[in-house]
């Protein structure tokens, strides 16, 4: 059974002629009726009564006309529906990012891409990198915003460097030094992330780098937290430079080498990104390179530079910062 057949059926079925709905499926008469004759075999069942007085349905065909012209009502609303999707007038982005870009970065992207592609649903995930890698493999995020190098996933992840964000130190009262160092952290209780912070990892090993365990006056919070702990003069904090910019807390960076962190955009490789996805990708993608151009990148961050011969990006885990130790938040 084929739409086109169908289509013919309900023409005739309007027309009540076969030559009359010929003309108006600007088909010729002989093509229609060949194709309703295959119609009437495939069902088993002839569906109008020909008389010189012109057509009449049977019963078949009556109980057929209702279903076939929902069944080309669907079709036409598939059509319509592929057709929107493709050109982006609607359509679904699964995207994540750790929750220091979704509290800056994040919202001017979504923005952007919303006011361009306004029919199409967004659903943000936040969460640590680690996690939003785990959902990527699992096919339960379309695209993600990750700190590399994160976990090395099960299933190659296709990975593009983006930018560098400097992690500095913020407190309550500003720090004797104009710029910091890992060893003043050496005696001083620090507030902390709670475990599944990159932060907190990356403030770790530095300090063990540097011959010390850190001490905590509290740890175990979220971003919100730690910053109020540090207003209420609990002790200063390790955080990424855009949060830091944000948080009217006096801010100190650390001296060179510094710590800082690279925030990349990952997809599956295996499976193509959607219409709707790819041209997230390049709206963030566009918003970063056209920030960078009028100097209005986030505080703290700088663009990293894009090789076009190394394509949509490389396997999870091959990507680091030597410079720097890496983090996420």
């Known amino acids: 059974m084929q739409l086109q057949q169908l289509a013919y059926f309900i023409a005739v079925a309007d027309a009540r002629h076969f030559t009359r709905a010929a003309e108006l ?36 065909g009556q109980a057929l006309l209702p279903l076939a012209r929902r069944i080309l009502a669907d079709a ?41 592609h306004p ?40 990975v593009t460097p983006l930018l560098h964000e400097d992690l500095v130190l913020v407190s309550a009262e500003p720090l004797p030094r104009a710029r910091a160092r890992i060893t003043d952290l050496r005696g001083r209780d620090l507030v902390m992330f709670r475990e ?74 295996d499976l193509p990104l959607t219409h709707a996805a790819s041209a997230f990708r390049e709206a963030l993608l566009a918003y970063l390179h056209e920030a960078d151009r009028t100097d209005s990148l986030p505080p703290g961050t700088r663009l990293l530079p894009q090789d076009p011969a190394a394509g949509p990006g490389r396997t999870m885990g091959s990507v680091s910062d030597s410079a720097s130790p890496q983090g996420d938040g």
């Open 196 to 269: 599944g912070y990159d932060v907190r990892e990356t403030t770790l090993a530095a300090c063990r780098a540097a011959g010390f365990e850190p001490t905590y006056a509290v740890e175990g919070g979220e971003m919100d937290a730690v910053l109020a702990a540090v207003r209420a003069g609990l002790g200063p904090a390790v955080v990424p430079g855009m949060v830091a910019a944000s948080s009217q807390l006096p801010t100190t960076p650390f001296a060179p080498p510094g710590l800082g962190r690279t925030i990349a955009v990952a997809h599956g490789r």
């Open 76 to 116: 036409d609303s598939a059509r319509r529906a592929v057709a929107e999707t493709v050109q982006l007038r609607r359509g679904r982005v699964r995207f994540g990012a750790p929750p220091s870009l979704c509290g800056s970065l994040v919202p001017e992207v979504l923005r952007a891409y919303r006011a361009r």
């Open 119 to 158: 029919g199409v649903d967004l659903h943000l995930t936040e969460g640590g990198s680690r996690h939003l890698v785990r959902d990527l493999e699992a096919g339960g995020l379309d695209l993600a915003l990750v700190i590399t190098p994160a976990s090395p996933p099960a299933a190659p992840l296709a």
């Open 25 to 60: 499926s600007h088909v010729s008469q002989p093509s229609l009726s060949q194709q309703i004759r295959a119609l009437e075999r495939e069902l088993g069942a002839e569906l109008f009564h020909r008389s010189r007085a012109g057509t009449a349905l049977t019963d078949a």
